[in-house]
């Protein structure tokens, strides 16, 4: 079935410092949805992606879709302490059902 | 505004007794309901999903089952539970339509002593 591979699985960053994690397929995806899980939390959704080459913003947030619709990454620059969480990617899969990432999961250095 | 609603939000339960988690989203119908569960530092797990009253569909055979009894509720059900279904449970809704996002409940955090 199809499957979605979200790297790394965590990363540890100083408060201050960029964050990404990314997203990849081996089909073709119509859209890609991202979600925050704060620790001790539920999902939230933060933004879905859907044309070729899409970037998006959402304050320190850059969301990417790659050309070939097959990647996509999420982008937080100067990482602050409200960051902290798990990230997870989400496509639909054959089903019509979201097939979810692994996660990444934000470390802030102490 | 669509709101929803989920219950208990942390549940201790010995081995062997029954589970009845519920689900209740207001502002909208007829919505996909979802159940996942979440292991500890771990990913999301489909359980169920429905599209509707009375239609259930299963994604992982396993000793839970589902129930949709009305449009807005979703009840998630086990006659004798096992340690391995400890674990963070996760009720969902999403508009029809396949680029509609989900929107979760604050989750049921169960341990099966």
């Known amino acids: 079935g199809q499957q979605v591979m979200q790297i790394p699985q965590y990363q540890h960053v100083q408060e201050g410092e960029d964050f990404t994690t990314y997203c990849n397929s081996s089909?073709?995806?119509?859209?890609i949805q991202w979600y925050k899980q704060r620790p001790g939390g539920h999902p939230v959704f933060l933004i879905q992606l859907v044309k070729s080459g899409e970037v998006k913003k959402q304050k320190r947030l850059t969301f990417q879709f790659g050309e070939a619709k097959k990647n996509s990454s999420l982008h937080i620059t100067a990482t602050q302490t409200t960051d902290v969480g798990t990230y997870f990617c989400?496509?639909?899969?054959?089903?019509?059902?979201?097939?979810w990432g692994a996660g990444t999961k934000l470390i802030i250095k102490p | 505004s669509q709101t929803i609603h989920q219950w208990p939000a942390t549940l201790v339960q010995p081995v062997g007794s029954p589970l009845s988690l519920e689900c209740t989203v207001e502002g909208t119908s007829n919505p996909n309901l979802y159940w996942y569960r979440q292991a500890a530092g771990r990913g999301l797990q489909l359980l169920f999903y429905s599209v509707g009253i009375g239609q259930i569909s299963s994604e992982v055979p396993q000793n839970l089952s589902a129930s949709r009894p009305q449009d807005r509720q979703f009840i998630l059900s086990s006659k004798k539970l096992l340690l391995s279904d400890s674990g963070f449970y996760l009720c969902a809704w999403s508009l029809t339509g396949n680029n509609s996002p989900l929107h979760f409940g604050n989750g049921t955090r169960l341990t099966v002593t």
């Open positions: 989400a496509v639909r899969g054959s089903n019509y059902q979201l097939i």
């Open positions: 089909t073709t995806l119509s859209n």
